[in-house]
């Protein structure tokens, strides 16, 4: 079985011995599924059981974002990890941007057997970022960090405008993820763009420093920018980590 339509979520559950290996995986802060859609098409392609949300407060409006708290957004995320455990021997978490955190997260509090994270969001550069609840009061929105792809012509599927009071609620999950790095003890597997405006170098730094994993690659791709899972380098993306759900996972299927 297979759901997919635009920017909602995305639902395969597999076919052959890897159905038993479950990816749950995350899109990024004012984002869809959308710019995951084709990596999660392609693992789907290989057999494996996939699941990629759309977080709530994310698909409508930056108002109704503005609305929700960031463990609603990771709520979207579990949810999916808990639908797969109930036909899948093993999970891998997956996630672009916010998504990474959200990855780092789930990886953090419950036994998934690896992660594979795109450009993680752990650290955010603007510094206005720590007044974002004093702020939504007098400057509601910004304009969007959407589609920041290298390769013209495509849309991610995300919000015009992002909330100030979004940024707050961003603010206090990578806080809240960056404290809980340390207990991390899965297999960890990070793309990032060398080229990246959206997401400050000091996330991978933070990510390097505190990660309680002895296993952790950081792969950089030197022909993409911050969605680079719809960039030039998607298919290298695609191609690795398929490789490394195989290598994380090996044995653990009945």
């Known amino acids: 079985m297979t759901s997919s339509a635009g920017p909602v979520a995305f639902s395969n559950d597999g076919f052959g011995e890897n159905s038993r290996i479950g990816v749950v995986m995350s899109h990024g802060f ?10 999660a098409q392609y693992l789907a392609d290989q057999g494996y059981a ?5 977080l709530a407060g ?14 609603r957004w990771y709520a979207s995320y579990e949810a999916s990890y808990r639908e797969l455990e109930q036909s899948t021997d093993v999970i891998v978490a997956a996630g672009l941007s916010m998504g990474g955190a959200l990855a780092l997260r789930l990886a953090a509090l ?15 550069a603007d510094p206005r970022a720590r007044y974002a609840g004093l702020l939504k009061y007098v ?8 589609n920041n792809i290298k390769k013209e012509g ?9 909330p100030v009071a979004a940024v ?3 603010s206090r999950l990578f806080r809240e993820t ?6 991390i003890t899965a297999p960890t597997l990070v793309f990032r763009s060398s080229v990246d405006p959206v997401v400050p170098e000091s996330s991978i730094e933070v990510l390097q420093q505190r990660i309680g994993s002895a296993e952790l690659e950081i792969v950089r791709l030197e022909n993409s920018y911050h969605v680079a899972t719809m960039d030039h380098d998607a298919q290298s993306i695609f191609e690795r980590s398929a490789q490394f759900i195989q290598h994380v996972t090996a044995g653990s299927t009945a």
């Open 50 to 54: 996939v699941r990629l949300p759309l």
């Open 30 to 39: 004012t984002g869809s599924p959308v710019s995951l859609l084709e990596w």
């Open 110 to 124: 419950q036994p998934v057997a690896g992660v594979v994270v795109v450009n993680p969001g752990l650290t955010i």
């Open 139 to 146: 400057m509601r929105s910004v304009p969007a960090i959407a």
């Open 168 to 170: 707050g609620q961003l």
């Open 58 to 71: 994310h698909g409508t409006t930056w108002q109704e974002l503005a609305r929700t708290p960031w463990q």
């Open 178 to 183: 960056v404290a809980q790095l340390p207990t």
């Open 154 to 162: 495509l849309d991610e599927g995300a919000y015009a405008r992002t």
